[in-house]
């Protein structure tokens, strides 16, 4: 029984298939995350005995708050960066489902067309030319269907090493555009940058014990010259990271656009396949026709996940540049 072609190319059973959003609940299980989340609560005790601590020095307490939010800081960012290679995984593993029912499509085009140009031969319609080139793209049809399958198993594969088995499905929603004053709150959690603030926290806390009259000039002048150096690695690094959260941020609204661009050119793909379904069942053309047609729409489905798929792991890859 011919499929229609016409539904959104759902290849699993909706009961079976798992979206997204329960993947990337996962993302807190995943090895570097649960290290990073156990080093923060260490951290976060550590930070309570000392502040219990009657004799606590002030340089001990600022170094148990930094080592407790330098811990937060990378505990967040591996959080992210793990949501980040999830969707990766997860839009490669749905795509490479879908590049495989394109791959069947097109080997029964192939197929088909093979036929075709068989009984054509015979009749005198076509050339031995024909059929080989006929025969030649089928072989080529079969080949790519085995490369796909093997992309699925590898992909499938790469998701499972991170959430388990799992079946993905077509992403239903994507999250809006964010605001621009994400990147600046990106900086501001960036976990190079807060270390390096820290460290300069630090050595002014230290230049504030010294005095010149218990230490050596020499000794402080030392001191402050790795200050000076501290505050101007800070402004660089702050200005370099500005500069690449920002660019990536401005790739995003292109994307987006990209996902509406694909969207028409499904909708236009469905049209022609409605017209070229009418126009079989009225005797006007041929089944292959029909099956080309079909294929044609996989494909525009095809590149619409593609450019959903785009734009989601730029958006994610955004957030875990902390």
């Known amino acids: 029984m011919r499929k229609n072609a016409l539904a959104l190319l759902v290849l699993l059973a909706p009961g079976l298939a798992q979206p997204l959003p329960e993947a990337l609940k996962k993302a807190p299980e995943v090895a570097a995350v649960v290290t990073a989340r156990l080093d923060y609560q260490t951290k976060q005790k550590d930070l309570a005995r000392t502040l219990q601590d009657p004799l606590r020095t002030a340089l001990a307490e600022l170094q148990a708050r930094q080592a407790r939010d330098l811990a937060e800081a990378r505990f967040k960012r591996a959080l992210a960066q793990t949501e980040s290679e999830i969707v990766s995984a997860y839009t490669q593993a749905y795509e490479a489902l879908l590049q495989v029912d394109l791959a069947e499509k097109a080997v029964e085009v192939a197929e088909l067309g093979l036929k075709a140009t068989e009984i054509r031969l015979k009749g005198g319609g076509a050339t031995s030319l024909d059929l080989l080139e006929a025969q030649n793209r089928l072989l080529e049809a079969r080949k790519n269907l085995e490369l796909a399958q093997r992309g699925r198993d590898t992909a499938l594969a790469a998701l499972a090493n991170l ?147 785009a734009y989601l792991k730029a958006y994610y890859s955004l957030l875990a540049s902390r």
């Open 163 to 309: 959430v388990g088995d799992w079946k993905p499905e077509g992403v239903k929603e994507l999250p809006a555009l964010p605001e621009e004053k994400l990147v600046e709150t990106l900086l501001q959690e960036h976990t190079d940058l807060l270390q390096l603030k820290q460290s300069l926290a630090l050595l002014r806390f230290q230049r504030g014990l010294l005095d010149e009259s218990f230490v050596p000039r020499k000794e402080i002048e030392a001191l402050e010259d790795q200050i000076q150096t501290l505050e101007a690695n800070l402004a660089n690094l702050e200005r370099s990271l500005r500069v690449g959260l920002e660019a990536r941020y401005r790739q995003l609204s292109p994307l987006l656009q990209g996902v509406k661009t694909a969207e028409e050119a499904y909708r236009a793909a469905q049209e022609r396949y409605r017209a070229e379904e009418k126009r079989f069942q009225a005797g006007l053309t041929s089944r292959l026709g029909l099956l080309q047609q079909e294929l044609a729409l996989k494909q525009a489905a095809l590149s619409l996940e593609q450019a959903k798929h």
